[in-house]
């Protein structure tokens, strides 16, 4: 079946605009995970979904980041006033389910955000 | 918050050689250890993994050692091929957080 996918592949953008990143998960997965990869380092969670909820978003750097998943399957992560800080690729995952133990987290092929 | 360290951040082998890959971690309330491959361009992909009720695990040229006491588990590739070459992360997983945390990963090149 199909897996996690991520679109776009890449964006490019200018300092101070906004920008959203959108994550299609393996449909029945329930839990949902945002995570940046900076060049040379490894994931960096940023925040999961147990369905339309964000069960937690402790990793969000500052409020410029938000995330959204209003049905329980697509999600958005929308970032406001880039800076070029932001540059990474952004990878989003997606699991059966969440606690009750480790479920195999799938990942999607990420968007590459360059800010300029 | 859980911390994870890995070891080396480059290592490069001989084809047919074996590569080790090290990971510590600081929260003994770690309770699975998954271990995911990336190749250049690709999404990471999870090759192996290990809970903590169990000291070691194999698949065919992979294996997985966790030693509990010492905070500490580790890749091992043996009879290494040329496609071996990406980055590993470890990572892991704490059942009262509920997230996993990846180390900063081991760029594995197989020398021909």
């Known amino acids: 079946g199909a897996g996690v996918s991520q679109t776009p592949s890449n964006k490019v953008t200018e300092k101070g605009k906004y920008v959203e990143l959108r994550c299609d998960p393996i449909s029945g997965h329930t839990a949902l995970y945002w995570y940046r990869q900076s060049l040379g380092q490894g994931p960096e969670f940023l925040i999961y979904?147990?369905?339309?909820?964000?069960?937690?978003d402790s990793g969000l750097p500052n409020d410029r980041f938000f995330a959204v998943r209003p049905e329980g399957s697509v999600s958005t992560l929308k970032i406001q006033r880039t800076e070029r800080g932001d540059s990474a690729v952004y990878l989003c995952?997606?699991?059966?389910?969440?606690?009750?133990?480790?479920?195999?987290?799938?990942f999607g092929p990420g968007t590459r955000l360059t800010v300029l | 918050g859980e911390n994870v360290e890995q070891h080396p951040s480059t290592l490069s082998v001989q084809e047919g050689d074996s590569a080790v890959i090290k990971c510590t971690y600081s929260d003994s309330a770690s309770n699975y250890f998954p271990w995911y491959k990336q190749e250049l361009g690709k999404r990471p992909q999870l090759i192996i993994d290990?809970?903590?009720?169990?000291g070691e695990k194999k698949d065919q040229r992979i294996a997985v050692t966790l030693n509990k006491t010492a905070k500490h588990f580790s890749l091992h590739i043996t009879e290494t091929q040329p496609e071996d070459s990406a980055v590993y992360f470890c990572?892991?997983?704490?059942?009262?957080?509920?997230?996993?945390?990846f180390g900063k990963g081991t760029r594995l090149h197989i020398l021909p």
């Open positions: 290990i809970r903590s009720n169990v």
């Open positions: 979904f147990q369905g339309t909820g964000a069960a937690d």
């Open positions: 995952a997606s699991s059966l389910t969440h606690g009750r133990g480790y479920n195999e987290q799938f």
């Open positions: 990572a892991a997983y704490m059942n009262r957080d509920d997230k996993i945390i």
